[in-house]
């Protein structure tokens, strides 16, 4: 999982806590290019035919016309910088997305963690996202080590 080391130990303490009371969880995002994020912005704003191109161009598959619908209202987003992991709860392997006990019970284990639920949002609620607080404040920094990461890679 490709996060920033302000992230890597919470999302780690969070996975352990998870799998203590017995709630089993998926990571289903964590970093995402600005290439990436600017075709998920683009979806429902444009033709299914133009998002499809920019998504290809980042690497992404393909989607449909009915999912070609709006899932960010960010252009730039802190998983853009390795702070913020998307989850979903499982059972018996399978994504759990309309459990609201479920998600309040990892939700607990979010705040305790101090992190931003996007659950707690009131203008779009985004159970699945995860972010770390004030992470505007984390951007140059972030950005600085995923660059010198990708450099020494290529040594």
């Excluded at 490709?2 to 999302?11: D, F, G, N, S, Y």
């Excluded at 964590?30 to 191109?53: C, D, H, M, P, W």
């Excluded at 960010?72 to 006990?101: C, I, M, Q």
């Amino acid at each position: 999982m490709k996060v920033h080391p302000i992230l890597e130990e919470k999302l780690r303490i969070f996975l352990n806590e998870c799998k203590k009371q017995g709630i089993e969880v998926g990571i289903t995002s964590t970093f995402r290019s600005l290439k990436e994020q600017q075709a998920l912005y683009l979806q429902g704003r444009v033709s299914l035919e133009e998002v499809n191109k920019v998504r290809k161009s980042a690497g992404l598959r393909p989607i449909t016309q009915v999912e070609n619908r709006i899932v960010t209202y960010l252009k730039e987003s802190p998983h853009n910088y390795g702070l913020a992991f998307d989850f979903v709860p499982l059972r018996d392997g399978k994504p759990v997305w309309n459990d609201n006990a479920l998600w309040e019970r990892c939700a607990k284990i979010i705040r305790k963690l101090n992190l931003d639920w996007g659950g707690d949002w009131k203008d779009f609620v985004d159970k699945p996202h995860v972010q770390v607080k004030n992470w505007q404040s984390y951007k140059t920094v972030a950005k600085i080590y995923f660059e010198e990461m990708e450099k020494s890679q290529k040594l």
